[in-house]
């Protein structure tokens, strides 16, 4: 079974007393891939994922600011980010979006700060992350006005809307991405969204060390844990695990335009995505 972490955050200090471990037992685990999200350590460390994706031909990079540090970020900031992103092993622009639950930037600060990232992520020729919570109208119509025939699409990561919510993503060239939450007993109304969508449209990810799926709630979440993603997902599509494995990855793939698992292109970087 091959599987692709779609969202990871490895650079956090969850890791720190085992980082290289978690890592084994994601590739036990069939792991070819892991997407390193590099915006949650914030706009004074945008190059948070890129030693990991530097150390392994397995592991790509994306470099951005979240929108709960939206309010820290400065010109300088989003200059020094569009200079990581023309990394050879960063393939996204991420996370990045709109948060209304915790409100920790000002609405209209996350606004610009979206808009002004989205800007640089279509000059840098590069798929966007979305992080979307409790903001749906607002992320949708921004997408809508900059995202427009841009051509590049992204995922939306950590998927929580409705299945209009989702149409309006595949319309923008968007695939979903579904974490550990698909497992929760009160998830139904996500699953009946999964059930729903086109085969081509979806991906799979940990959100680690966020997001456990059941039975291992409460605890520190890991990249090898997307399987019981894998297997939630694969259960409401009526496909095998492996089959669920195998059509994920090569969304992803199709995404990001690489070749193969990312295991066997040690060097090759991330071949067609950056123009």
Known sequence: MELIDSHAHLDFPDFDPDRD???????????STILAIGSAAGPE????ALPFAEKHSWIYATVGIHPHEARLATQRHLQEAEAYAGHLRVIAWGEIGLDYHYDHSPRDVQHRIFREQLAIAHRVRLPVIIHCREAWPDCLAILEEEQAGSGFGGIFHCFSGTLDDARRGLDLGFRISFAGNLTYPKSQPLRDVAAAL????LLIETDSPFLAPQGLRGKRNEPAHVLAVARTLAAVRHLSEDEIGALTSANFRALFRLRGPAGEEAGSGASGVGG
Do not use: F, H
């Open 21 to 31: 471990a978690v890592l084994s037992r994601a590739r036990e685990a069939g792991v």
């Open 45 to 48: 460390k945008l190059d948070a």
């Open 198 to 201: 086109p085969l081509d449209s």
